[in-house]
């Protein structure tokens, strides 16, 4: 049996989503516009399926928001999440943070 790995880290799901490739070329793809799911799955080229699993990682994880258009789900960046993780990474650049 696993140990209980206790409450999730701030940032966690964040950091964890971003350790794809896959959904980082979704993400690189996002930064041209919104689009539609199968448009991404297009320009990424993975299944309909494979992109569908990582676009809901990045929704739960923030960076992606998603609003509907008749049949077609468009996904678009969240800015605001992209600003929170650099805030969470600049944290280690502060003197005495992490250094012994």
């Known amino acids: 049996m696993k140990p209980d790995p206790g409450p999730e880290m701030p940032g966690e799901r964040l950091f964890k989503a971003l350790g794809d490739p896959q959904r980082l070329r979704i993400l690189r793809a996002l930064r041209g ?8 799955a297009d320009r990424v080229a993975v299944s309909a399926a494979t992109c569908s699993h990582h676009l809901g990682i990045l929704r739960d994880a923030g960076l992606v928001r998603v609003r509907r258009d008749g049949q077609s789900r468009i996904y678009t960046l969240n800015l605001s ?3 929170e993780a ?5 944290q280690f650049l502060k003197p005495g943070v992490g250094r012994r």
């Open 81 to 83: 999440v992209f600003e």
């Open 33 to 40: 516009g919104d689009l539609a799911a199968g448009e991404l």
């Open 86 to 90: 650099v805030m969470m990474l600049t």
